[in-house]
């Protein structure tokens, strides 16, 4: 042979030996050289299409933590950090796929809030494994399908065992062959529903310490993600657990100085002029007009991702206390608040309305008063009085310009049908007594008796007034109805939250029923 052909024969050979070793079962060599490069350099060369050119300071340290614990074993890590930064991409699939093709780890638990997170988590490193070629490229042993290849468990071509579950599921005394997990990721293991459920929150709780923790060995690390969800959700507790090192992030960092602050709060009120369909122009124009200053001091966790105007519009939609929990990771104080843990068990809430019931209430705080805060919630409170004697309670709030405050309106009463509508005296009479009378009459739709309401004393006082509604346990709440849900949190947060317009309406929704019903008036307060 020719030197030409000799060379292309032999780099034929080559690659069809390759191919074999891809698809060869049996495992890799006994020993994995481990990579010099730190988890974030290995992620940035072999997940480059997960992963920009950006990263954060958090990026790094969890990384860091990560490097550590494949030699300093029993490392328990609890990162509480902003949604949407990252953290599952760097721990959950780039951590778990190192540990497979270097053979760090021998049995793996990808654990999130339901199984089908879980296991879409898992199909992201089965696609890698079978699809990323370099990967392929660097370990050859661990590349292509394995002996096992299902949706909630792999057994990789290297002999590792990797599984999904959902948080409660039982797992306790599962192994793989003698081996105890080594590795356990609890990758948002709860979600929402824990900042209203007491219950939940010690279920969870006690199925961590319970099933989880004792699942594993001396020898086993474990990283949990999470966001800040409620003082007693496992990502709170775990800052104050023995054993475990946990670390905050804020997506604002350091947050502009008062000048600045001072001009962002004269955007948020351009921001809600919903009355106006150019009020976001108008704010963006406000902005960029006033910008150096604006963001002058401020420091961002990931500017490249999320830039302050982008984290700025989120907190006014979302509502300030809602902003604090997911992007600052900081959770309301319960003691701070009037009604604690105690007053919300599971038991309020109700699937369907009684069919047996003595009266029906409808009550709308508008929020459009001076004295309404800018992004407050327009709420109706809808209250029907079971004959059991319990009050049956559904929200449904918005921010809404007035003519949809009455189509709205309008609907729900047409639905409902109350016996009695309670609004605001000067709400009625300056913004919706004409727009509502024509609403009814264009919909055909006979409107109960309106009641106007003047209240005179503080709205702190009037909500106070639902204390022994509250302590009795005599009120049940629309379940599966997020305003429902939204009117219960803020109820949980009073005095010291955002928003309290819901909590406002419920106490007049249950003052004009009784009025209805001959007892108390409309009048005071």
Excluded at 53 to 80: A, F, Y
Excluded at 137 to 162: D, E, F, M, Q
Aim: hydrophobic share 35%.
């Amino acid at each position: 042979f020719d030197r030409s052909t000799a060379i292309q024969m032999l780099s034929t050979a080559k690659a069809a030996c390759e191919r074999m070793m891809r698809h060869a079962p049996g495992k890799g060599p006994d020993k994995v050289k481990r990579s010099r490069l730190t988890l974030f350099e290995w992620a940035k060369k072999f997940l480059p299409h997960y992963l920009g050119d950006s990263t954060t300071d958090l990026h790094l340290w969890v990384c860091d933590w990560c490097d550590r614990s494949v030699e300093n074993r029993d490392t328990k890590i609890n990162l509480m950090g902003p949604r949407d930064t990252a953290k599952s991409v760097y721990v959950t699939t780039a951590h778990v796929l190192r540990s497979i093709v270097e053979q760090s780890e021998s049995l793996v638990w990808i654990i999130c809030e339901t199984k089908e997170q879980a296991q879409a988590q898992l199909e992201h490193i089965k696609r890698e494994l079978e699809e990323n070629e370099l990967l392929a490229h660097a370990y050859p042993w661990a590349h292509g399908k394995g002996s096992v290849w299902r949706v909630n468990r792999i057994v990789t071509r290297n002999g590792l065992t990797i599984e999904a579950f959902g948080t409660g599921q039982k797992i306790r005394g599962r192994r793989a062959g003698s081996n105890r997990p080594s590795l356990v990721i609890l990758d948002d293991i709860q979600s929402n529903p824990v900042i209203t459920s007491p219950d939940r929150r010690n279920k969870d709780w006690d199925w961590l310490q319970s099933a989880v923790m004792k699942a594993g060995s001396p020898r086993t690390n474990f990283f949990n993600l999470a966001n800040a969800l409620h003082r007693e959700a496992i990502g709170s507790r775990l800052t104050k657990t023995a054993g475990w090192t946990s670390s905050r992030w804020r997506s604002i960092m350091e947050w502009p100085d008062d000048t600045g602050m001072r001009l962002w709060g004269e955007w948020s009120g351009l921001y809600h002029q919903l009355e106006d369909p150019d009020c976001k122009q108008k704010a963006r124009a406000f902005y960029e007009a006033r910008k150096p200053t604006m963001d002058r001091g401020v420091k961002l966790l990931w500017p490249d991702r999320h830039d302050l105007y982008s984290l700025m519009c989120l907190r006014e939609e979302g509502g300030h206390s809602t902003f604090e929990r997911e992007k600052q990771t900081r959770e309301i104080n319960p003691e701070e608040c009037e009604w604690g843990d105690q007053y919300f068990p599971d038991s309020i809430w109700f699937h369907q309305w009684p069919k047996e019931w003595r009266a029906k209430a409808l009550a709308c705080d508008p929020s459009k008063g001076k004295s309404d805060k800018v992004g407050d919630y327009s709420a109706f409170v809808k209250v029907l009085l079971g004959s059991d004697g319990l009050l049956y309670v559904q929200a449904d709030m918005a921010r809404r310009p007035v003519a949809r405050i009455v189509e709205d309106g309008v609907k729900i009463v047409r639905e409902f049908q109350p016996g009695i509508f309670g609004l605001e005296t000067n709400m009625w009479q300056e913004l919706l007594c004409a727009p509502f009378d024509a609403g009814f009459v264009a919909g055909s739709v006979l409107p109960p008796p309106i009641i106007p309401i003047e209240n005179m004393e503080a709205k702190e006082v009037r909500i106070r007034r639902l204390d022994p509604w509250l302590t009795s346990h005599k009120i049940r709440f629309k379940a599966d109805c997020p305003s429902t849900a939204l009117l219960v949190q803020m109820l949980q947060d009073f005095p010291i939250g955002d928003h309290d317009d819901g909590p406002d309406a419920l106490e007049m929704a249950i003052r004009v029923l009784l009025y209805m019903l001959g007892v108390g008036s409309v009048r005071e307060g």
